[in-house]
């Protein structure tokens, strides 16, 4: 039995290291100590000064050489899709049970990829709603999911086929209703129009006014739950942000007709004022993304994120995980789209997890810090001067319990 093991059995577990990063940025401890009791971080702080406040039967794993920071967050993924170049017909076809095997799976990657919570952004009948449920009740290993249920979306709209149709606003508010009912955590909009539905809206294309995301909002806030639209067009950007949601997914300032980009400072600039998140939800394979739109338009994309930034929209990392491409094994290379864009390591970081942590209201997760969730990731090296130590996984635990086998 690993020290770490013996930790389950009600004692303290003291974690020792080189460094503790508590999440924001600059808040990094050198020889820093993390003291867990009870799946909760109770101190944290130099090593010496932990060590005094353990208790003399608690249990000590010494890191050397390596960082102890908050687990990471993704911000977007889709446990319910399978990455295969038929997910619209397998989504369908596949059967409860056996599809909430394939989401357990994708979860336990996730997890192992060091993100101990992620933001499910559209299932298939609330399936991710219980898959979070089983985690939560110990009967899956998994990282925390916050989940949105079936996508609100027009009928035969982007991702029709998961079950969230509706129009006018008696269905748009029985619909927000629903998903509250199921236990969605979020409600997510389908403001634009998407890539992998057969017959549906293009990309750039708005599919609600802005009234019907108004009510939309307006159902969602009575029922105290954030709104995430996903929203291509520059259009569908702007009706989402007047009509007060939470975050903007993907975020793309696509222009009509779908031929360029359209960024709108003063539509920007209200996002910045009002703290409405973008998350742009590109894949691990970033590289290979931006190859496929050839070099001009990278270019125009590289200048876009680093609008974006100077105008102080507060980015949030995701994948899209579960769509093709887009897998559940490598966020700490999906990360290192935000450095090449121009943000530094440290940046990077506080974005994967104190931001994040704050963007999907979660006020225990995010942070080392007393009295927050003992979900925390240990690597080796340094990875605030080089993003590819977040992939030297050492340990990852979750409610101080280690997962790693
Ligand atoms: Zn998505």
């Known amino acids: 039995m690993t020290p770490m093991e013996q930790a389950g059995d009600g004692r303290q577990l003291l974690i020792t290291a080189s460094q503790v990063l508590r999440g924001p940025r600059g808040e990094q401890i050198r ?25 003399p039967t608690a249990v000590h794993s010494d890191y050397p050489g390596c960082t102890v920071l908050p687990g990471l ?31 357990a799976k994708r979860a336990r990657q996730l997890l192992y990829s060091g993100v101990t919570t992620v933001r499910d952004l559209g299932d298939r009948d609330g399936l991710a709603i219980h898959l979070r449920d089983r985690v939560n009740r110990g009967k899956e290993i998994g990282p925390r999911i916050v989940a949105a249920g079936p996508p609100i ?16 606003e008696q269905q748009l508010r029985q619909r927000v209703q629903h998903n509250a009912d199921m236990g969605a955590d979020v409600i997510k909009v389908m403001a634009s129009g998407g890539q992998i539905t057969p017959n549906s809206p293009p990309m750039w294309q ?51 007709g779908g031929g360029g980009y359209d960024t709108q400072d003063a539509v920007a600039r209200t996002m910045a004022e009002r703290g409405i998140y973008a998350c742009v939800a590109w894949p691990p394979d970033w590289q290979g993304f931006m190859a496929r739109l050839g070099a001009e338009r990278a270019d125009m994309v590289v200048n876009r994120f680093q609008w974006m930034a100077r ?43 104190t931001t994040s942590a704050q963007a999907l209201g979660l006020n225990r997760v995010g942070q080392i810090t007393a009295g927050h969730s003992a979900d925390i990731l240990i690597v080796e090296g340094d990875p605030t001067t080089n993003l590819d130590s977040l992939s030297q996984r050492q340990e990852i635990l979750m409610r101080g319990i280690p997962t790693m086998k």
Not at 221 to 246: C, E
């Open 206 to 256: 708005t599919q609600f006014t802005e009234n019907d995301l108004k009510i939309v909002v307006d159902q969602a806030s009575r029922l105290r739950l954030p709104v995430a639209a996903h929203a291509h067009g520059t259009h569908a950007i702007q009706a989402a942000v007047n009509a007060g949601v939470a975050t903007i997914e993907h975020c793309t300032w696509l222009q009509d």
């Open 311 to 353: 105008v102080g929209i507060p980015l949030i990392p995701g994948t899209d995980a579960g769509l093709p491409r887009s897998g559940f094994t490598d966020f700490a290379e999906a990360l290192k789209l935000y450095t090449h864009v121009g943000y530094t390591a440290d940046q990077v970081i506080e974005m994967a997890t």
């Open 73 to 103: 967050i993704n911000c977007h993924v889709h446990l319910a899709f399978d990455g295969g170049p038929d997910l619209v017909s397998t989504v369908r076809e596949t059967p409860d049970d056996a599809l909430l095997d394939g989401m």
């Open 153 to 168: 979306t027009p009928p035969r709209g982007h991702c029709w086929f998961l079950g969230g149709e509706a129009e006018g």
């Open 31 to 55: 020889d820093g100590a993390v003291l867990v009791e009870a799946g909760t971080i109770v101190v944290v702080g130099p090593r010496r000064t932990v060590e005094q406040q353990a208790q």
